[in-house]
């Protein structure tokens, strides 16, 4: 079987990018209704969210839990240079939130092998905690993309809608 033509993986990342963007689709031929305020949604490569790790005085500190990059610098004497979790910005480190783990080993997005118990934690600190008291900035390209890069068509950005999120990028 085949894979989806060109011009539908065309059409597909299209939508993703403007339901990514909170920018209504428009048809073929009509130019796109003015977007309606939403949290922007960047995506980030590792290397990129691997700048915001704390190291740097006047630059945000995020760290990805699931795929989601919040901005945690407003804890910053949890994850600032030097601080207990600073281990876990700068990435993706769901792996060491489930098993509560700063473990360089478990400073990873893979969740590989996880127990019920581990994934049951995973989501309770991801929602209480995280999406609870920090801004989400962005997603990671795992979040967005799928392994061969074309867009995952099942991504949904996350609903926080008690932060009024500004547009820094």
């Known amino acids: 079987m085949a894979g989806p033509a060109p011009g539908r993986r065309l059409v597909a990342l299209a939508l993703i990018v403007a339901l990514a963007a909170g920018l209504p689709a428009a048809g073929v031929g009509q130019a796109p209704r003015p977007a309606e305020r939403g949290p922007p949604v960047r995506l980030f490569t590792e290397e990129e969210l691997a700048r915001y790790g704390g190291e740097e005085e006047d630059q945000p500190i995020y760290m990805a839990v699931k795929g989601v990059v919040f ?78 890069g074309s867009p995952n068509l099942d991504f949904k950005p996350e609903d926080q809608p008690h932060f009024d999120i500004k547009d820094e990028f």
């Open 71 to 148: 901005d945690v610098t407003s804890g910053k004497e949890f994850y600032g240079r030097g601080a207990p979790y600073n281990a876990l910005t700068g990435k993706d480190s769901t792996r060491g939130v489930a098993k509560m783990s700063l473990d360089p080993a478990d400073l990873t997005y893979d969740t590989t092998g996880l127990t019920a118990e581990e994934l049951e934690s995973l989501d309770d600190v991801f929602t209480r905690v995280y999406k609870a008291k920090y801004p989400i900035v962005g997603y990671t390209a795992r979040r967005i993309l799928n392994e061969d």
